[in-house]
């Protein structure tokens, strides 16, 4: 199951050009100046005109294809860019929810004295009507020797 920090990893690193445009500046100089024009592909072919004649033309759209429509190098350099956001941003996500848990106690200080105050109470209560049983016991063991001795005279 995806989890909802993985969700939002996947929405930032493949729904917008955050990730393209970082490494787009990496591979030119820090500059954004031939950002558009270099995510355009090119299309050269027959195409309806608005006459709905067939001319040879050319059309630029938004991907990252060569002249003869496989994914260019490009292509497959920002997926796995975006593969590896994905995998450190989770990280990243998973750290900090672990640092927040280790660092705020899910029980506050008071709540747990009390208990502990609560469980001490209770093996105390514990160990007196343990004690009350023995002695009961023993009260109960003597009188048995009694009527044992009692009846060995009549026997």
């Not at 309806?48 to 067939?54: A, P």
């Amino acid at each position: 199951m995806i989890s909802y920090h993985s969700l939002k990893a996947f929405v930032i690193a493949f729904t917008s050009d955050f990730i393209s445009q970082i490494l787009w500046k990496y591979n030119h100089d820090n500059s954004l100046s031939t950002y558009v024009e270099g995510h355009l592909s090119t299309f050269s072919g027959e195409i309806l005109n608005s006459e709905g004649q067939l001319v040879n033309d050319t059309c630029k759209y938004w991907d990252y294809r060569l002249e003869h429509g496989e994914a260019s190098l490009w292509w497959w350099k920002l997926k796995a860019v975006q593969f590896i956001f994905v995998v450190v941003f989770e990280h990243f996500v998973f750290t900090i929810v672990r640092l927040i848990d280790l660092l705020i106690p899910d029980i506050p200080e008071k709540l747990e004295a009390l208990i502990h105050l609560e469980d001490s109470f209770a093996r105390e209560m514990m160990k007196e009507v343990i004690e009350v049983d023995l002695e009961k016991l023993e009260d109960i063991r003597n009188r048995v020797k009694v009527k044992k001795r009692q009846r060995q005279k009549y026997e």
